[in-house]
C-alpha cells in the first residue's frame, strides 16, 4: 500500500508540474489548441451503408517540447443536412483520439460531427467538423433490355443496356453490377443486400448503363443486372434477361449435284437445317436458303430449301448458303463490320450436245479389216469406254451385228472377221458416247461416203492335206501328217505357220493335240503324229491382216487295238487239266474302262472262220486270263488256232484288232 501511495504521489506531483509549466508559459495559441487531421474512415465524402463511423484525429503539439499539449477532454456533437442538432454535445474525459463507433440517426442524411478540445482550466478550443455521410437506401429494380430472340456469332461482342432506375437514393448511382450464368435465380454480387467496389462492372453513375458482352457461351444463358448506389448497396430486386446464343453456321446440302457431266438441265435444291435457332420461315428478315449459279442474282427462299435448275451448256460454279434465325450466314459478305463465312461451292457441268462421229475416209492397205472411226466432243469430251461398231450386207436391212469394239487413239476401233462373212457388200455403223452420255449414229465416213466394204478384203488362200492313210494304223505305229499352203491362184505361200490339230475320241487322255509347221519356200508342211489312239487330223492357217483363213477338211487317223494272248500249253488232254489263256491289252493313251476292256475268245479250224467261245473283261492294268478244259473226243488229234479280239466298245478310242493266233493240239 505504501508503494501505490508514492505512486499515484508521483503522478499528482508530475501532473501539477505539467499544469503549472503549462500556465507559466503557454505555448500553444488558443486559436491552434484543436484537434488536427480530423478523418471518417473511407474519408469524409464516401457514402456509409452503416450508421457507424470510425472518427479520429491527432491532439495539438506543445513547440516548445513537441509534446502533446494537456487534454482534460473531447466534446463533439453531430447535427444534420439542415443544421439541427440530432446529436447533442458530449464530453469524453481524457485526451482521446477517436470515437469508435459513432452512431448517426436511422434517417440518411450528410451529416456533420464538430469535435473540440477541453484544457485543464476548462477552456475550450475552436471546433473541427467533418461530414458522415449516411445512406442504407437500396435502389429501385433495374431491368436489362431483353435482347434479339436469338444472338448470332457476328453479333459477339454484344452490347447490353441496363435500365435506369425509377428513384435513386442520396447517395445516387455508383454504378451496375452484372453477371451472365445458367441459373434464372442468379445474382451479380455476393453480399445479400450490396455490392462490392470490385462487383461492379459499370462504375460511371447513372448514366454509364450500357454494357457488352465479349463472350457468351452457345445456348441459354440469363444475364441479371442491380444498380448500386454510392454507399454500395444494390436494388432491392435482381432484374434478368435471357438470352439465346446461337454461334453455330446453319448446315447446309445441296442434292441433285450430278457426279461428272450432266446430258441434260439440272435441278439443284439446297437444304438448311440449324439446331438452335432453327430455320423457320419468318418473312425477309428471317432464315432463308440461297443458291447462286456463276455471277448470276441468286435464287432466295424463305426457310431451309431452295431449288434452282440449271439449263446453259457448260460448267458452272454454284455457290449455296443459308441464315438461321439467329442471322448466322456464311455467304461471304460482311455482318456488324466483320466478315461472314465464305459460302459452300460445286461445280456443275452440262453437256446436252451430241458427240461428232465419222469413220475413217479410207480403209488401212496394211489392216483392211480394221473398222476406225473418230469420235470428238468439244465439252465433256469423248467417252471411249462405250460405243460399238457394227455390220450387216449391204442393202439387207434389219440389225447391225456388233463387232468387238475398243477404245483405239482419238475413237474407236473393231475388228471385222471378214473371212467368216460370205463374199458381198457389207455396210458399217457406229455409234459413239460423249462423257455427259449424249450418243451419235452414222454410216458415213468423214467425207460423206456410205461405210461400205467389199467382201473377200484380203487376199484368199488355200491349203490342201494329205495323211495318205488308207488304213488303220497298227496299235504303237505313229504318221506324218503333210500339206501345201497357197494363195488362191496357186502362188505357194513360204515361212506360213500352219496348225496341225488332232483330236481325240472319248476314252482318250487327251481331247486335242496341237502342234506348228511352218510351210517351206513351196508352201509344202509336215507335221508328225504321234503313237496314240484314233483320233481326227485337220490343218489350219489362221491368216494374216492381208490373207485370209484356210482349213484343210478333217482326216480320220484310225489305230488298231494292242493285244496279246499267250497259253499255258500247246497240247491239250481231252478230259485232263484246263489249259490256261492270258494275255494283255494295250491303253497307251488312254485308261481301261472301269468294267474293264471286254476281250473275244476266239477259235478256228483249218479253213474256217473264227468263232467265239467265251469273252472275258480284262482288270484295270488291262491284263486278262481264263481256264479251259477240252472234253470232247472229237478234239483228239485236231490243230485248234486261238485268238483274243478287242471287238468295238464305247470310250474305248481304238479300232477293233485281235492278237497273234496261238496252236493248241487235242490228244
Known amino acids: 500500500m505504501r508503494g501505490l501511495r508514492l505512486t499515484l504521489a508521483a503522478a499528482a506531483l508530475v501532473a501539477s508540474l505539467a499544469l503549472q509549466e503549462w500556465r507559466a508559459g503557454a505555448a500553444v495559441a488558443p486559436a491552434d489548441y484543436h484537434p488536427s487531421y480530423l478523418s471518417v474512415e473511407g474519408g469524409q465524402e464516401a457514402w456509409h451503408p452503416s450508421r457507424d463511423f470510425d472518427v479520429e484525429w491527432m491532439l495539438p503539439r506543445d513547440p516548445s517540447t513537441w509534446r502533446d499539449a494537456p487534454v482534460a477532454a473531447v ?122 467496389r470490385s462487383e461492379l462492372d459499370l462504375d460511371g453513375g447513372v448514366e454509364d448503363d450500357t454494357l457488352t458482352l465479349a463472350d457468351l457461351v452457345e445456348g441459354t444463358s440469363y444475364l441479371h443486372s442491380v444498380a448500386v448506389s454510392g454507399s454500395g448497396m444494390k436494388s432491392s430486386a435482381t432484374g434478368t434477361a435471357v438470352l439465346h446464343v446461337d454461334k453455330t453456321l446453319p448446315v447446309t446440302r445441296l442434292a441433285g449435284l450430278p457426279s461428272g457431266w450432266s446430258d441434260r438441265p439440272v435441278t439443284l435444291t439446297a437444304t438448311a437445317t440449324d439446331a438452335l435457332s432453327g430455320m ?15 455471277e448470276g442474282a441468286p435464287a432466295i427462299a424463305s426457310g431451309g430449301s431452295v431449288s434452282a435448275t440449271l439449263i446453259a451448256e457448260g460448267a458452272h460454279e454454284v455457290v449455296y448458303y443459308a441464315r438461321d ?68 450386207p449391204a442393202g439387207a436391212g434389219g440389225r447391225f451385228q456388233p463387232l468387238p469394239t475398243e477404245a483405239d487413239e482419238g475413237g474407236l476401233r473393231a475388228r471385222w472377221d471378214s473371212d467368216a462373212w460370205p463374199d458381198g457388200n457389207y455396210e458399217f455403223q457406229v455409234t459413239g458416247y460423249d462423257v455427259a452420255g449424249n450418243s451419235a449414229t452414222t454410216t458415213r465416213r468423214g467425207d460423206g461416203a456410205a461405210m461400205v466394204l467389199s467382201n473377200p478384203l484380203k487376199t484368199v488362200t488355200t491349203l490342201v492335206g494329205a495323211g495318205g492313210w488308207k488304213r488303220p494304223l497298227p496299235y504303237g505305229r505313229g504318221a506324218s501328217f503333210g500339206g501345201r499352203l497357197t494363195t488362191g491362184p496357186g502362188e505357194p505361200l513360204a ?86 489263256f492270258s494275255g494283255s491289252v494295250g491303253a497307251a493313251g488312254c485308261a481301261i474302262p472301269p468294267a474293264g476292256k471286254a476281250v473275244e475268245l476266239q477259235f478256228r479250224l483249218p479253213g474256217l472262220g473264227w468263232t467265239e467261245f467265251r469273252t472275258v473283261r480284262t482288270n484295270a ?47
Not at 85 to 92: L, T
Not at 142 to 156: K, L, M, R
Not at 368 to 378: G, K, L, Q, T, W
Open 325 to 392: 434465325a439467329a442471322g448466322n450466314v456464311d455467304d461471304g459478305g460482311t455482318a456488324n463490320g466483320r466478315p461472314n463465312v465464305a459460302p459452300q461451292t460445286a461445280v456443275v457441268r452440262i453437256d446436252r450436245s451430241a458427240p461428232g462421229i465419222a469413220f475413217a475416209n479410207r480403209q488401212d492397205p496394211g489392216e483392211p479389216e480394221s473398222i476406225r472411226a473418230r469420235v470428238a466432243d468439244s465439252l465433256s469430251g469423248a467417252d471411249l469406254s462405250r460405243g460399238w461398231i457394227g455390220v450387216r
Open 495 to 580: 515361212g506360213m505357220p500352219v496348225r496341225v490339230v488332232e483330236r481325240f475320241g472319248p476314252g482318250a487322255r487327251e481331247r486335242e493335240r496341237v502342234s506348228t509347221a511352218w510351210t517351206d519356200g513351196e508352201g509344202r508342211f509336215a507335221a508328225p503324229l504321234a503313237p496314240g489312239p484314233s483320233r481326227e487330223v485337220q490343218a489350219f492357217f489362221a491368216g494374216t491382216p492381208t490373207l485370209s483363213r484356210a482349213a484343210t477338211p478333217p482326216q480320220p487317223l484310225l489305230s488298231h487295238s494292242g493285244i496279246r494272248l499267250r497259253v499255258s500249253s500247246k497240247v491239250a488232254t481231252v478230259g485232263g487239266r484246263p489249259i490256261v
Open 280 to 294: 423457320r420461315a419468318d418473312g425477309p428478315s428471317g432464315p432463308f436458303t440461297a443458291i447462286r449459279v456463276d
Open 75 to 196: 466534446h463533439y456533437r453531430v447535427h444534420n443536412a439542415a443544421g439541427a442538432v440530432v446529436i447533442g454535445e458530449r464530453r469524453i474525459p481524457g485526451p482521446q483520439q477517436e470515437i469508435n463507433p459513432l452512431t448517426v440517426p436511422d434517417v440518411p442524411d450528410v451529416y456533420t460531427v464538430e469535435v473540440w478540445l477541453e484544457d485543464p482550466t476548462g477552456f475550450e478550443g475552436p471546433v473541427v467538423t467533418a461530414r458522415l455521410r449516411f445512406d442504407d437506401a437500396r435502389p429501385a429494380p433495374v431491368e436489362p433490355a431483353q435482347p434479339a430472340e436469338w444472338i448470332a456469332a457476328n453479333a459477339i461482342p454484344y452490347p447490353v443496356r441496363i435500365g435506369r432506375p425509377a428513384t435513386q437514393p442520396l447517395s445516387g448511382i455508383a454504378g451496375y453490377a452484372v453477371s451472365v450464368d445458367s441459373s434464372p435465380t442468379g445474382d451479380p454480387c455476393k453480399a445479400a443486400d450490396r455490392c462490392a
Open 621 to 667: 492294268a488291262g491284263r486278262f486270263r481264263y481256264a479251259y478244259r477240252f472234253s470232247d473226243d472229237d478234239s483228239r488229234g485236231v490243230r485248234f488256232q486261238f485268238r483274243a479280239y478287242a471287238a468295238a466298245q464305247g470310250n474305248w478310242p481304238y479300232e477293233p484288232g485281235g492278237s497273234r493266233p496261238v496252236a493248241v493240239r487235242g490228244r
